[in-house]
């Protein structure tokens, strides 16, 4: 997969693996590669731009997303639960992530206010989700609390500890499938689009914890019968802004093998959550090794459907949202690169922005 399997770059494919980039046995644990500086990516660069060919705007099945959404799909060659929370104050960013497929497996990301940005794998021999949602294992567990109506992530994996809880949420969208190269299909539910956060974190190296009160959370679900490394279809891209007043933007799509994109870009307020499948415009590149990546996205759509429980109902306003890169974080195995940065949308916004390309669609082409 990679020329040199170094202690730090096994960290950075075990990091992309679980998170279904491809099957891997669990590695050593170290701190994730140094970002290469990024450079302008001109006319004359010999690395091609990693950009959309075209939008595709069939519109994929949705629903508001529920608790009820988040259970197991047994069978799905890939699935995982992933959970972050982000200090809009300081920017530490704290990312748990677990796998039963293809493997088994945790996985943390931490990103202090100064320093190196870590990429953690945490060893567990066995995830068990259920409804409810449960999802449980030694590296630790995110349980739905019917009683308290919010998510409880509770973390005791070997490089942080964490007990957090993820209230007052507001509920994104459960949509799916997607269907791209290869007949794979793709599920994403969201239902905790946002939610200010209670409770502690003791990160990688710290000895003693950190208050979360404040902090701002997001929790999403991916199944389906895909693989993310597969060399057919081009990438993805995704992301999640949490906004001052409260709110959240969210993006997520499949970028297909001829270049087309099938995604949604959606708003989350107080009172409703509504989106829509959007063009999109990516610009201000940038290169990273042999990886180009754009710094801005930019999504649009005329008009948006309302996200009941019942499905996608009415007509609500058009959108156009841009996401911008403000702190990148690159990680590339090879066969899969994409930036984990920080990014915002508006003013006084933090959120994370993702641009994955596998390696046939980051090579030169005759």
């Excluded at 970002?35 to 690395?47: E, Q, R």
């Excluded at 209230?167 to 290869?182: E, F, K, M, R």
């Excluded at 949308?345 to 922005?353: E, H, Y």
Aim: proline share 9%.
């Amino acid at each position: 997969m990679v020329r040199h399997l170094s202690a730090r770059r096994a960290t950075a494919v075990l990091a992309l693996a679980a998170t279904a980039l491809a099957p891997a046995a669990a590695l050593p644990a170290a701190a994730a590669e140094p970002v290469p500086a990024p450079s302008p990516s001109g006319g004359d660069s010999w690395i091609p731009r990693t950009d959309i060919a075209r939008s595709d705007l069939t519109q994929v099945p949705g629903k508001l997303a529920e608790p009820s959404d988040d259970g197991p799909h047994p069978g799905s060659a890939t699935e995982w639960w992933y959970t972050h929370v982000m200090d809009p104050a300081t920017h530490r960013t704290f990312i748990a992530m677990l796998f039963t497929a293809p493997v088994p497996t945790g996985v943390i990301f931490w990103y202090p206010e100064r320093g190196q940005k870590l990429v953690l794998p945490e060893l567990t021999a066995k995830v068990t989700a259920t409804d409810g949602p449960v999802v449980d294992s030694s590296a630790g567990s995110l349980v739905y609390d019917r009683g308290r109506r919010a998510y409880h992530l509770v973390w005791t994996g070997a490089w942080a500890k964490a007990d957090i809880w993820f209230d007052n949420a507001l509920p994104g969208v459960t949509g799916g499938p997607i269907t791209y190269d290869g007949g794979q299909t793709m599920y994403w539910s969201s239902p905790v689009a946002t939610s200010r956060v209670n409770g502690w974190l003791q990160p990688p190296g710290a000895s003693s914890p950190i208050s979360v009160d404040g902090w701002r959370g997001y929790h999403d679900h991916n199944w389906g019968n895909f693989n993310v490394a597969d060399q057919s279809y081009s990438g993805w891209e995704w992301g999640v802004s949490h906004e001052p007043d409260g709110t959240a933007t969210l993006l997520g799509g499949v970028v297909k093998g001829d270049g087309t994109w099938q995604g949604v870009v959606g708003r989350v307020t107080a009172t409703e959550t509504y989106g829509c499948m959007s063009t999109v415009e990516l610009s201000d590149w940038k290169v990273s090794g042999l990886f180009s990546y754009p710094e801005t996205t930019r999504l649009t759509c005329p008009s948006s459907l309302l996200a009941t429980p019942d499905g996608l109902k009415g007509e609500r306003p058009g959108l156009d949202r841009t996401f911008h890169v403000v702190d990148p974080f690159i990680l590339d195995v090879g066969v899969l690169a994409l930036p984990e940065s920080l990014g915002a949308t508006v003013p006084g916004s933090l959120g994370l922005i993702e641009h994955i390309r596998n390696l046939r669609s980051r090579l030169p082409r005759s």
